[in-house]
C-alpha cells in the first residue's frame, strides 16, 4: 500500500527560477496538507485543502507561493519566483477527515536548495 | 498564540534505559495531542494521538500522558533501544485547520 508519494525528493534551482513541487495523497484520503520544515521555523503549515478544496491558507508566506488541487490524486506547490530563502524540506500529508484535526500521514518530503 | 516547546532538545541515553521526553503548550484550549517520530532525512509518522478528553495513551513500549490543565505532555518510552533513535515532535490541535509543531527533541540511544 503506497504512502504519499512526493516527488522530485530533492530539487537545486538559482535564484528567480520557478519550482514546482508534486504530491499524490494516499488514495481515499480526502484531506491534503502543505508543510514548510526549516531549523529556524521548525514545521510550519502553508496550505489545508478538503475535497480539493482550499480550506486554510492562511500560512502561505506570499504571493510567490501558490498551491492546486486539481483533483483528489494530485497536488502541486509552486514557488515563482524562487528565492534562497525558500530553501527548505517540504513536506505534503494525507489523511481522512474534515475537520483539520484528522490524523495525518507524512510523505518523505523534497528537500529544496535555492542558490 | 497558541505555542509547543519541547525540552530537552536532545538527548543521548544508554540502550535498556527508559526515558522521558517533555512537551508543553502555552494555550490549555487543544483538541488533541500528537506525538510524531521523524527519521533523518525522512517525514513524519505518527506516534501516538491522545484526545483532550484522555489523560494517556499508550502503544508498545510508549506511553504519552497529557494533562490539559497545566500544558503538559510526556512521552514515556520504556527499554529504549537504538532502532529508537530519531527526532520526536509532539503537536497540538487547537482548531482553525492548524497544528503547531514543536521543535523536537532528537534522541540517541547508545548500544
Known amino acids: 500500500d503506497a504512502g504519499v508519494i512526493q516527488s522530485p525528493r530533492h530539487e537545486v534551482t538559482e535564484m528567480g527560477q520557478e519550482v514546482t513541487l508534486r504530491c499524490k495523497p494516499i488514495s481515499g484520503h480526502n484531506s491534503l496538507f502543505w508543510y514548510r520544515q526549516t531549523m529556524m521555523r521548525g514545521l510550519e503549515l502553508l496550505i489545508y485543502f478538503n475535497n480539493n478544496v482550499p480550506i486554510d491558507d492562511s500560512g502561505m508566506p506570499e504571493d510567490r507561493f501558490s498551491a492546486k488541487m486539481p483533483n483528489a490524486s494530485f497536488s502541486t506547490l509552486k514557488i515563482q519566483p524562487s528565492e534562497p530563502r525558500d530553501s527548505a524540506v517540504y513536506f505534503c500529508?494525507?489523511?481522512?477527515?474534515?475537520?483539520?484535526?484528522?490524523?495525518?500521514?507524512f510523505g518523505p518530503g523534497t528537500r529544496l536548495l535555492v542558490l | 498564540k497558541q505555542e509547543v516547546t519541547q525540552i530537552p532538545a536532545a538527548l543521548s541515553v544508554p540502550e535498556g534505559e527508559n526515558l522521558v521526553l517533555n512537551c508543553s503548550f502555552t494555550d490549555s484550549a487543544i483538541y488533541n495531542l500528537q506525538w510524531f517520530r521523524q527519521d533523518p532525512g525522512k517525514g513524519l509518522t505518527s506516534l501516538l494521538l491522545i484526545q483532550s478528553s484522555q489523560r494517556e495513551q499508550t502503544s508498545g513500549r510508549l506511553n504519552a500522558s497529557l494533562d490539559k490543565s497545566s500544558g503538559r505532555s510526556t512521552l514515556y518510552i520504556a527499554a529504549s533501544q537504538p532502532g529508537d533513535s530519531a527526532t520526536y515532535l509532539c503537536?497540538?490541535?487547537?482548531?482553525?485547520?492548524?497544528?503547531?509543531f514543536g521543535a523536537g527533541t532528537r534522541l540517541f540511544v547508545k548500544a
Open positions: 500529508a494525507s489523511g481522512l477527515g474534515s475537520s483539520g484535526q484528522e490524523t495525518q500521514y
Open positions: 503537536a497540538v490541535y487547537a482548531g482553525g485547520f492548524k497544528t503547531i
